[in-house]
């Protein structure tokens, strides 16, 4: 018997699971950025849009690649993964987003590695909390509908 494969989500899905993640982020997060590091609003929100950026592209990347090895490891789909698991995915995508935007952050602001590294661990740290929050929100906004009764052929 030939292990199963669950359904993935659609291409179109995941660029409304990406936007909305990114537009809920940035109004989330932007004006507590601007007034923890003293950036103005409109360079704050100009950062945090190429930051967004950045974190689509990965989002993508990263959601695709760990939702087919989950599925092909466990044989469910995203929508039904464990808490342990969500917990596991959003870490994982906060430190590789963070090894992306630090050299990013540390440019755009001037900010030593250290400052630079506090405030990216600050923003990755609420992101850890929002990333959680949010895609368990999608998942039952949005569940996966399972495969139809020729999807084995």
């Known amino acids: 018997m030939a292990p199963v494969k669950p359904k993935l989500r659609s291409f179109p899905d ?4 990406i936007a909305l993640f990114e537009l809920f982020g940035l109004l989330l ?6 007034w923890a ?5 409109a360079d704050s929100a100009a950062l945090m849009a190429l930051l967004a950026l950045i974190a689509a592209l990965w989002n ?9 090895l989950d599925g092909h490891l466990s ?7 464990p808490t342990r698991w969500r917990i596991v995915h959003a870490l994982g995508f906060e430190f590789g987003l963070l090894a992306l935007t630090l050299p990013v952050l540390m440019w755009w602001t001037g900010m030593g590695w250290l400052e630079a590294l506090i405030a990216d661990l600050a923003l990755a ?3 850890v909390v929002y990333a ?9 906004a949005f569940p996966i509908e399972p495969p139809g009764p020729d999807a084995s052929a």
């Open 14 to 17: 995941r660029c409304r699971q």
């Open 29 to 34: 997060i932007t004006p507590p950025f601007a």
């Open 37 to 41: 590091s003293g950036t103005p609003l």
């Open 60 to 68: 993508g990347a990263y959601n695709t690649s760990f939702d087919w």
């Open 75 to 81: 044989g469910r789909t995203a929508d039904r993964r």
């Open 125 to 127: 740290f609420v992101y």
């Open 132 to 140: 959680f929050v949010f895609n368990m929100a999608y998942d039952r």
